[in-house]
């Protein structure tokens, strides 16, 4: 790589610098723990929206996304046609349940539904999950800084970490939302640039360029071929990546906890919404990128394909392009990894610190130990993100394969308590163990792809529940109050409104503008059909 030079640095400077002034004016408005938790819930929607699709995205997908399209062409899309269906369910089943608690942590959800050996349960899936995740975006950022600037990654892991823990620390989840607002607009900007410079620099106009792509077999987007050892088939796609995904938005609380600081659930949901109209035009942009990359390189073999969208800005030779761009992937990891840290911390206190430690703790000593651990995170995250450094795949499947033998686990325990009456909680953990270990066999002992070791897990984790149950405890004479069914007779039972704002409060009931994600899942893969026969 050229010098970075005078220009690049101090864009990237003036960046770092904005997002801890930022932290630190949005810290005069945490005086609690639920403040640091929850944002006071004065967060407009579209903020918390933006943030939500920014922390998903992320580094992963700014450098991952055209590497694995590099490679595998532009039928990786298929993974992620499945956000309209996901965010559909997430909004009728998932986020009622976890609005409706009032509570920060959703994993309370589980000890009111099956008892507090399943809360503790999830909580540790989940912290160990995220911090393996938060770890491979720590990788993703180092990179960027050691090919840009020559700065060890070791040194670039740390710098990072620091940047953001601080202003996390500071700001709470307020700061975590504001921050990814900025970042994500950094990330589309960086994304823009590149992609019209690459359409200026091709040989050929852009449609005979997808013609001589597609003959290369890297521009078929639908592959809807039943082999269970491919990756990227439309079925993986639609079937599993939908399971899996479920757990990313509605089990996850690093992205449920930005739509409770919402103001009504109406908000929650429209912030919800816009992640799932985003989501595929973003992914698509960064895939398309991938298969132009691989016919402007001729399909040059890279020593870590993660690089190629840098050496190709590096190339162009425009003045501050390098320092936005370290800026764009900076952004787009904190934006992770700032949301990371501050659910783990959230997790910590109120789900252990608070329920089994130190149960009667003020609010001041409450936002005092939460910082603590958000500091713990921080440090925690670092090893296995110099491991994630021997790497040389596409870090977005590498993180979406580590996070494969989780999602099983989470999806089946939420769904077995919004739907079974028969599931108690003796026969929830044994269904648990039983699914992590026939995942961990299948992945071993078997070229099955991993995008259906969510689906494996959860059908084996749901029938042993099941079958376990009802051996151990007997069928139940009635559903829980926090089943799907169990809310709705609750709601008729205490006269509560259905509605607030025009927006379902019961689980279970449809609002009509998510009916529109239908249409877009149907529309979206209209697209792809027609670049497939078009070109």
Not at 325 to 350: E, F, G
Not at 398 to 409: I, R, W
């Amino acid at each position: 790589m050229a010098e970075f030079g005078i220009t690049n640095t101090l864009v990237l400077v003036v960046y770092l610098l904005g997002n801890l002034w930022l932290g630190f004016v949005l810290s005069k408005r945490v005086d609690s723990a639920n403040d640091f938790f929850l944002g006071r819930r004065t967060i407009p929607w579209w903020a918390i929206g933006i943030s939500v699709a920014a922390t998903y995205v992320s580094a992963l997908s700014f450098l991952g996304g055209p590497a694995w399209s590099y490679s595998d062409g532009l039928s990786v899309i298929a993974i992620h046609l499945n956000y309209p269906i996901v965010i559909f369910l997430v909004i009728a089943f998932f986020l009622p349940f976890f609005y409706n608690s009032g509570v920060p942590s959703i994993y309370e959800y589980l000890e009111r539904r099956f008892g507090h050996e399943s809360r503790i349960v999830i909580s540790l899936i989940f912290l160990v999950s995220q911090a393996l995740s938060s770890a491979a975006v720590l990788y993703a950022v180092a990179l960027v800084i050691e090919f840009i600037t020559g700065i060890d990654v070791i040194a670039s892991i740390l710098m990072v970490s620091v940047i953001a823990l601080a202003y996390t620390m500071m700001g709470g989840i307020a700061a975590v939302i504001w921050t990814d607002v900025i970042q994500a607009g950094i990330l589309l900007l960086g994304a823009g640039i590149i992609f019209v410079a690459l359409l200026l620099n091709l040989e050929l106009p852009l449609t005979e360029t997808l013609r001589v792509l597609s003959d290369q077999g890297k521009l078929d987007p639908l592959n809807f071929s039943f082999d269970l050892t491919e990756v990227s088939t439309v079925w993986s796609g639609v079937i599993a990546m939908t399971l899996y995904h479920l757990t990313v938005y509605g089990a996850n609380q690093m992205m449920v906890q930005r739509t409770l600081a919402s103001k009504n659930i109406g908000d929650a949901k429209k912030s919800f919404l816009m992640m799932g109209y985003a989501a595929f035009v973003i992914y698509l942009l960064f895939f398309l990128l991938g298969v132009l990359f691989y016919n402007y390189y001729g399909g040059r073999v890279f020593e870590n394909e993660n690089t190629i969208i840098l050496e190709f800005a590096g190339s162009l030779a425009i003045p501050g392009l390098m320092g936005l761009l370290t800026a764009a992937v900076v952004a787009a990891s904190m934006s992770s990894l700032d949301s990371a840290l501050n659910s783990m911390a959230t997790v910590t206190t109120i789900d252990f610190y608070k329920r089994y430690y130190r149960p009667d703790t003020n609010p001041v000593q409450d936002l005092r130990i939460s910082r603590i651990f958000t500091v713990f995170w921080a440090i925690a995250i670092i090893v296995p993100a110099i491991l994630y450094s021997r790497s040389s795949g596409s870090i977005l499947e590498t993180l979406s394969m580590v996070g494969s033998y989780f999602v099983g686990a989470k999806l089946s325990m939420f769904g077995l308590g919004f739907f079974s009456r028969h599931t108690t909680q003796r026969g929830l953990l044994i269904g648990v163990a039983a699914g992590f270990i026939v995942v961990w066999v299948v992945a071993v002992n078997t070229n099955i792809a991993w995008p259906w070791y969510c689906a494996i897990g959860a059908i084996v984790n749901t029938t042993v529940a099941l079958a376990g149950s009802l051996l151990i405890d007997g069928p139940q004479a009635e559903y829980s109050r926090y089943t799907v069914q169990g809310q709705q007779q609750y709601f008729r039972e205490q006269g509560l409104p259905e509605k607030d704002n025009g927006w379902y409060l019961v689980p279970g009931k449809i609002d009509p503008s998510s009916n529109y994600l239908l249409v877009y899942f149907a529309a979206s893969l209209l697209l792809l059909w027609l670049i497939g026969i078009l070109f």
